[in-house]
């Protein structure tokens, strides 16, 4: 079975621009969540979509979202770019609805800001 | 709130002797623990996960953890150290109450194992 595939892997933007990140989950995974993770921060949880909708939300600004499709792929949009936006950006999916199973990681997209 | 607390940024283990790195969590109700562990430009692997039953949790590549409910604490452990394991290793809680699959982290232990 196919992993969580992230594409890019890797981009660099510079400030003020606005970049689009994509995950295509599990088969069958319906439920995607993505974590901001910085050397100063760590990882730090954004948002959490399942049927297309978002159920959860971190604690970020207004200039970070995301969307999930109908076949539970989705994206996560970031814009006016900060230096500070600067991470590796993670998705990860599960099973909607069995809380007692672990979230399966991608390998991430490094954004890196100019 | 929940929150995840690893206390040591490193730790230090000769190839061969057991290894400890140390987690505790802090949650309103009861807990769902994970491990995970990551390697240079990789995501997050899951190494193993404690949801109710048996303290002592078994995982893969030979890991375990204990949980202890009294000290709030999920240490993972490994009998003797390989030179492989060098990586981050990151605990993670969810309280399954919540109903939020996200989880909440620690800031991550490295783990050096020396030859």
């Known amino acids: 079975k196919a992993g969580v595939t992230q594409t890019p892997r890797y981009l660099i933007k510079t400030r003020g621009q606005q970049v689009t990140l994509s995950c295509s989950p599990i088969s069958g995974h319906r439920s995607v969540s993505w974590y901001q993770q910085t050397p100063g921060q760590g990882l730090q949880f954004l948002f959490e979509y399942f049927s297309e909708t978002q159920r959860n939300k971190g604690n970020f600004p207004g200039r970070f979202s995301g969307r999930q499709f109908s076949n539970s792929r989705s994206e996560m949009n970031v814009s006016t770019l900060e230096l500070g936006d600067s991470a590796l950006y993670l998705c990860?999916?599960?099973?909607?609805?069995?809380?007692?199973?672990?979230?399966?990681f991608g390998d991430g997209t490094r954004l890196s800001i100019l | 709130a929940q929150s995840v607390a690893q206390p040591e940024d490193q730790v230090n283990v000769a190839e061969g002797n057991p290894l400890t790195v140390k987690c505790t969590y802090s949650?309103?109700?009861?807990?769902?623990l994970f491990w995970y562990v990551q390697y240079p430009n990789r995501g997050l692997q899951f190494l193993l996960k404690y949801i109710t039953g048996d303290n002592l949790v078994k995982g893969s590549y030979g890991f375990e953890a204990e949980f202890n409910k009294s000290q709030t604490s999920f240490h993972l452990k490994k009998p003797s150290a390989l030179v492989s394991d060098s990586a981050l290793y990151f605990c993670?809680?969810?309280?399954?109450?919540?109903?939020?699959?996200?989880?909440?982290f620690g800031s991550g232990t490295r783990l050096q194992v020396q030859p």
């Open positions: 949650v309103s109700g009861n807990p769902y």
């Open positions: 990860a999916s599960s099973l909607w609805g069995e809380t007692n199973q672990p979230q399966h």
């Open positions: 993670a809680v969810r309280d399954p109450d919540t109903g939020r699959r996200a989880l909440t």
